[in-house]
Structure formats: structure tokens, C-alpha cells
């Protein structure tokens, strides 16, 4: 894919002016449900035993390809 290509999805993914075609039509804004901060930690804590355990089964590559 093009550099422009990329730089248009990360444009129009930032902003939330995109969402219709028509120019004065009412937006809605989402609002996020508020998370508690054990989630917080778990998920983390989650995430990064997934990415250990990722790591551990990983092929190890030789130096010669």
C-alpha cells in the first residue's frame, strides 16, 4: 500500500467527523463505560502473560537464513 494510502486510513480513523454523508446531520458521541481499575490490572496482567507465554513457544531462529 501506497504512504498515502496509509496516512488516509490513519486520518480518517482519528477524527469523528466522517460518520455521515449528509452536512448537518446530528452526531451521537459514544461514551465509554467507566472501568474499574482491578480490570485494568487484570488485563494487563493478562496481556503480558499471553505475550511471555508467546515469547516461550517461539521458534528460535538461527543466525544463517
Same mark, same amino acid.
Given at each position: ?11 480518517? $480513523?482519528?477524527?469523528?467527523? @466522517?460518520?455521515?454523508? /449528509?452536512?448537518? %446531520? ?17 488485563? $494487563?496482567?493478562?496481556?503480558? @502473560?499471553?505475550?511471555? /507465554?508467546?515469547? %516461550? ?9
Amino acid at each position: 500500500m501506497e504512504s498515502t494510502g496509509m496516512m488516509a486510513l490513519f486520518l480518517a $480513523g482519528s477524527d469523528s467527523l @466522517a460518520t455521515s454523508a /449528509l452536512p448537518q %446531520a446530528p452526531t451521537v458521541t459514544e461514551e465509554r463505560a467507566p472501568r474499574s481499575a482491578a480490570w485494568s490490572t487484570f488485563r $494487563g496482567r493478562t496481556a503480558s @502473560a499471553l505475550h511471555r /507465554l508467546a515469547w %516461550a513457544v517461539e521458534p528460535k531462529v538461527s543466525g544463517n537464513r
